[in-house]
């Protein structure tokens, strides 16, 4: 099988990016200034310069009215996401033929989506963003708003999964005891919630899923009222504080 990651020197070691076309990093922001509050969540290019944070920082301060001291708040918040995925660049990350369940629980206005789905991690051609705009429009899903946040929940996931990687690769390293070192990879955090191929579809490598799993992975999406935002909103305030 070709490797498609470069630098790739080891047998299920590669070095680190997330598994999808576009190494982009998962932003999430959620602050609170001088009574206000401010969630978003976006993706970022990692080799964009720096002087973009800011600069943007500045335009959603404006677009949004925020208050000015939101503008430092939202630079150094994306600066600190930025560094912590920089510093796992050129780092080895334990890879194998495996896909992993990811799911989705998020509300965006008053479209409420639930949904799981198998990710191939060794697919690096992947495209999250293609794929939520498939999703939402398969489901009738008309908010322009929803396939971008369904898209950073998805690189969100896979990024947790590379740095549980890395992790695991690390642990490796460190193992000098062979056979333990390896039984070690297989039990990681990283490696637990991959599915073997094989052991999910079976012998006969069938992805017809059985009728007992079709609610399962059944997507699900609410429409909701202004009234029943309105009250989410206000509890999530309330959990907020």
């Not at 490796?172 to 919630?193: N, P, Q």
Request: charged content about 30%.
């Amino acid at each position: 099988m070709k490797s498609l990651a470069a630098g790739a020197s080891k047998q299920g070691i590669k070095l680190f990016r997330i598994p999808t076309a576009e190494n982009l990093v998962p932003i999430r922001l959620d602050l609170e200034v001088d009574g206000q509050r401010y969630k978003d969540g976006f993706t970022w290019n990692p080799s964009d310069p720096d002087s973009e944070v800011v600069v943007f920082a500045k335009r959603t301060v404006k677009d949004l009215k925020l208050p000015p001291t939101f503008i430092t708040h939202i630079a150094q918040s994306i600066q600190t996401q930025l560094m912590d995925f920089r510093s796992l660049e050129g780092q080895e990350m334990y890879t194998a033929d495996k896909i992993v369940p990811l799911k989705l629980d998020i509300r965006v206005n008053n479209t409420v989506i639930r949904d799981q789905f198998l990710w191939d991690l060794n697919n690096f051609d992947s495209d999250p963003e293609e794929f939520a705009r498939t999703l939402c429009k398969d489901l009738d899903i008309r908010d322009a708003e929803v396939a971008p946040a369904v898209a950073v929940a998805i690189r969100e996931q896979l990024y947790e999964i590379a740095v549980q990687s890395v992790a695991s690769a690390r642990e490796t390293r460190i193992s000098k005891k062979g056979r333990r070192g390896a039984e070690h990879v297989s039990s990681s955090k990283g490696s637990g919630i991959a599915l073997d191929l094989v052991k999910l579809f079976g012998g006969k490598s069938s992805v017809i899923r059985k009728r007992k799993e079709w609610d399962l992975y059944e997507p699900i999406v609410d429409l909701l009222s202004n009234e029943e935002v309105e009250t989410l909103d206000a509890r999530e305030e309330r959990n907020a504080r």
